[in-house]
């Protein structure tokens, strides 16, 4: 279990308990004063009824001193308390999300949903699915994307996947051609030799040609990259039991990097194939 993850809900589990009662953020009814002791506000709510209530379900308790809160366990709980017992939602949002973002953890709540932060990269897929826009690549972006927090090596993977997807599309749609053998690195040369994104295909007296050329390189250096991590931490390889894995910033690290670097070779393709400036076999 993801030690991280359970000092976030010993965190959460105190706010939720302690202070929520106080910031007027629950509604009415789920809050009980009692004026034992000087007289305090403490949260009131039956969740054996709300879990019935909301999904069907019986209440497992994970209040409980020696609890084990897992991800899917507190998904349930948030979602459920968002959707039938929070008054001010907007604020409630903001409050969980800056404690998620304290225990620098992945996740977000957003319009009440559990979800994987992944903005950044969202941002950068998205626009990928709707420019390249076919089932398939969407279908392998929306696994990247969804695997990045629990299974960083999977992500990567479909990282290196779209990276080929992406080169084998323009050279088919340019007639280029390419060999089923080819790994992604020599798609992605011949993809850029192609688009002319080479640094030989950068004179020596265009402005700020040197860092051009260094900025083109790199293009070869992730689909390199993607290939030398997928090699050494994809699951298709047997490992040692100490074995150590990639945590998810080294997955967003990657898929980011990769996305960027789609992006570009594709807008590319799409602008040089509007002003029809490619040239084919």
């Known amino acids: ?51 019935k209530l909301i999904y069907g379900i019986e209440w497992v308790d994970i209040f409980k001193e020696d609890a084990v809160v897992s991800k899917e366990n507190f998904k349930f ?21 800056e404690r998620l973002g304290k225990f620098n953890l992945p996740y977000r709540l ?7 932060d992944n903005t950044l990269v969202g941002d950068q897929t998205k626009r990928i699915a709707t420019i390249v826009n076919t089932g398939y690549i969407n279908t392998q972006i929306k696994i990247m994307n969804d695997s990045i927090a629990d299974s960083p090596a999977d992500a ?26 080819w790994d992604v690195i020599r798609l992605t040369k011949e993809t850029c030799k ?16 040197e860092s051009i050329k260094k900025l083109l390189g790199n293009l070869a250096a992730v689909s390199q990259s993607m290939a030398e991590l997928r090699n050494l931490y994809g699951s298709g390889h047997g490992k040692e039991a100490k074995f150590k894995g990639l945590s998810p ?4 690290l990657a898929v980011g990097g990769a996305a960027a670097a789609v992006l570009f070779i594709w807008e590319t393709y799409e602008e040089q194939k509007g002003a029809e400036l490619w040239i084919t076999k």
Request: charged fraction near 30%; include cysteine.
């Open 77 to 97: 709980f948030i979602e459920a308390i968002y959707e039938e017992c929070i008054k001010e939602r907007y604020k409630f949002t903001i409050a969980v999300n």
């Open 110 to 116: 957003e319009m009440g949903k559990f979800v994987i």
């Open 194 to 209: 192609v688009l002319k994104l080479t640094p030989d295909h950068i004179k020596d007296s265009v402005k700020g040609s």
């Open 156 to 181: 990567i993977g479909k990282a290196k996947e779209l990276f080929e997807n992406c080169c084998k599309t323009i050279l088919s749609e340019l007639s280029a051609g390419y060999d089923e053998n």
């Open 249 to 252: 910033r080294h997955a967003r």
């Open 1 to 51: 279990m993801d030690n991280n993850f359970q000092r976030f809900w010993k965190s959460f589990e105190a706010w939720f308990l302690k202070e929520l009662p106080f910031n007027q953020l629950l509604k009415s009814n789920y809050t009980h004063y009692d004026n034992w002791d000087g007289g305090t506000y403490y949260v009131d709510i039956d969740y054996t009824h709300l879990y």
